[in-house]
């Protein structure tokens, strides 16, 4: 991308703007002069309209603007160009469901996941819902993602970390039903489990213990895993097999025998098991994973 025109009409886009928003935005009558900037090759932006665009949006990469060098935006915590990713990181920052949000804005839960699951633009009345119901919520970050998110005066008032940390025990009473065998497995030990409404499109991240799948999986890092249909499973990946007497972390691989599969383990000290297709309850894919790294 060579134009600093197309960099301004890429800007817009993730702003959830358009060319008479975005001018009005930066203190111009009309869209003139962007329109200009974007669909002529030749034209480029007076030093005002870089510096009205830049002394906007504080999080916005000058160098990416002028020369296309770096990422759009600053890396910065809570600062999320593309408005979606800011909706859905209310109810992160909050602790709660899709549900909960969607029961606090008074809308039907799938209208959230359109935002959410498929990216469509949200509309003013949603964006004018979530400032309403989320009076903590800077209005100027919801609409344009200017830092903070929260007002200066109830900032870090919203949830304190004794009740964070109760809830996150506690997380697991309000999953859905179809996680209930999760918890009632003889040896399931998952401390720490949260429901994960967006962060990689997961349903749970589970804590990993013991050293059985070394080197892959190491004991304290947090996997993100999806519930998929137990019947679906493919050879070689890992997954979070649930049964009437196990909660194992596996990679599932061909026994060779019918209707039966074989549990492996990472490490070379804990044997290979194998369990019958229709002995699993549940079964969970693991899709990423969060590494602690200690200093």
């Not at 935005?25 to 200009?36: M, Q, V, Y």
């Not at 600062?79 to 949000?101: C, G, M, Q, W």
Request: net charge negative; aromatic share 10%.
């Amino acid at each position: 991308m060579s134009r600093i025109g197309e960099r301004i009409a890429l800007l817009i886009k993730e702003l959830g703007l358009n060319k008479n928003s975005f001018s009005k935005e930066i203190g111009l009558k009309n869209n003139s002069t962007i329109t200009n900037i974007i669909n002529n090759p030749d034209r480029n932006p007076s030093y005002d309209v870089i510096f009205r665009i830049v002394t906007r949006w504080d999080q916005l990469n000058i160098r990416w603007l002028i020369a296309g060098q770096g990422e759009m935006f600053s890396i910065a915590e809570d600062s999320f160009p593309n408005i979606n990713d800011r909706l859905s990181h209310v109810s992160r920052k909050y602790a709660i469901t899709l549900v909960e949000t969607a029961e606090r804005l008074n809308v039907e839960e799938e209208e959230l996941r359109k935002f959410f699951y498929e990216n469509e633009a949200p509309s003013a009345e949603l964006l004018n819902k979530y400032i309403a119901s989320f009076p903590e919520l800077n209005p100027d970050w919801v609409r344009y993602n200017h830092l903070p998110m929260m007002t200066k005066n109830t900032v870090g008032d919203y949830i304190s970390p004794d009740t964070l940390n109760k809830m996150i025990k506690t997380f697991g009473e309000r999953l859905p039903g179809e996680f209930e065998a999760l918890f009632n497995c003889n040896n399931a030990r998952p401390a720490h489990i949260v429901r994960i409404e967006s962060f990689l499109e997961c349903d749970i991240a589970l804590e990993v213990f013991g050293d059985e799948m070394l080197p892959d999986f190491m004991p304290g890092e947090i996997i993100l895993c999806d519930l998929v249909n137990k019947n679906a499973y493919i050879y070689g990946l890992p997954y979070i097999v649930v049964t009437d007497q196990l909660n194992v972390l596996r990679y599932i691989k061909d026994s060779g025998k019918p209707d039966t599969l074989l549990l492996v383990p990472c490490d070379r000290k804990t044997n290979d098991f194998e369990i019958n297709q229709t002995d699993i309850k549940q079964l969970f894919l693991t899709k990423g994973k969060i590494r602690r790294f200690l200093s």
